[in-house]
T-cell receptor, first 113, second 110 residues
C-alpha cells in the first residue's frame, strides 16, 4: 500500500490566489482528516470526513477554507483567497475508524507570499 | 476546554539512556491518546494508541502509559539510539475532536 498520498508537496503562491491541496486516502479507510501545523499553534484538526461526509468542520479557520470529498479515494482542501497567515504544513490523515490509529501523509508545505 | 501540554519542549540525552516524555491534559474525559513521531519535513508516524480503558501499550523499545484520573501520559523509550531523534507529539481524542500537544524535540547524542 502506498499510504496516504498528498499533492503537491510544496506550494508557493501569492496572496489572493486560490490554493488547492489534494489527498488520496489509504484504500478502505472510511475516515479522512485534514490538519494544519504551524510553529505557533502546533498541529490542529481542520475538518474530518466519514464515508465522504463532513462530520466536524469546527476547526476550519474561516470561510476562505473549504474541503470536499467527492468520492472515497479523493479529497481536496481549498483556500480562496489565500493569505500569508495561511502559510503552514497541511497534513491529510486517514483511519479505518474514528478511534483507530491515523495514518498521515507527508504533508503539503504551503507558503503564501 | 481541553488543553494538552508536553514537557519538556526539547530534550537532549546521550545514546543508550532510558528516557521519559510527558503529556498532560486538563479534561480526563478522553476516549483515546496517541503518540506520534515526526521527522523533519515529513508527516507524522503513529507510534502507540491507548484507548481510554487501557493503561499502557508497548511496541519494541517504546512503552506508553495512561493515567486518566491524573490527566497524564508518559512515553518511555528504552536504550535510546541516534535514530530516535525526532519530535514526539501526543494527541487525545476528546469531544469528537483530536487535540495535539506541541511536541517534544528529542535529540539523542551519539
Amino acid at each position: 500500500d502506498a499510504g496516504v498520498i498528498q499533492s503537491p508537496r510544496h506550494e508557493v503562491t501569492e496572496m489572493g490566489q486560490e490554493v488547492t491541496l489534494r489527498c488520496k486516502p489509504i484504500s478502505g479507510h472510511d475516515y479522512l482528516f485534514w490538519y494544519r501545523q504551524t510553529m505557533m499553534r502546533g498541529l490542529e484538526l481542520l475538518i474530518y470526513f466519514n464515508n465522504n461526509v463532513p462530520i466536524d468542520d469546527s476547526g476550519m479557520p474561516e470561510d476562505r477554507f473549504s474541503a470536499k470529498m467527492p468520492n472515497a479515494s479523493f479529497s481536496t482542501l481549498k483556500i480562496q483567497p489565500s493569505e500569508p497567515r495561511d502559510s503552514a504544513v497541511y497534513f491529510c490523515a486517514t483511519s479505518g475508524d474514528e478511534q483507530e490509529t491515523q495514518y498521515f501523509g507527508p504533508g503539503t508545505r504551503l507558503l503564501v507570499l | 476546554k481541553q488543553e494538552v501540554t508536553q514537557i519538556p519542549a526539547a530534550l537532549s540525552v546521550p545514546e543508550g539512556e532510558n528516557l521519559v516524555l510527558n503529556c498532560s491534559f486538563t479534561d480526563s474525559a478522553i476516549y483515546n491518546l496517541q503518540w506520534f513521531r515526526q521527522d523533519p519535513g515529513k508527516g507524522l508516524t503513529s507510534l502507540l494508541l491507548i484507548q481510554s480503558s487501557q493503561r499502557e501499550q508497548t511496541s519494541g523499545r517504546l512503552n506508553a502509559s495512561l493515567d486518566k484520573s491524573s490527566g497524564r501520559s508518559t512515553l518511555y523509550i528504552a536504550a535510546s539510539q541516534p535514530g530516535d531523534s525526532a519530535t514526539y507529539l501526543c494527541a487525545i481524542g476528546w469531544d469528537d475532536k483530536i487535540i495535539f500537544g506541541k511536541g517534544t524535540r528529542l535529540h539523542i547524542l551519539p
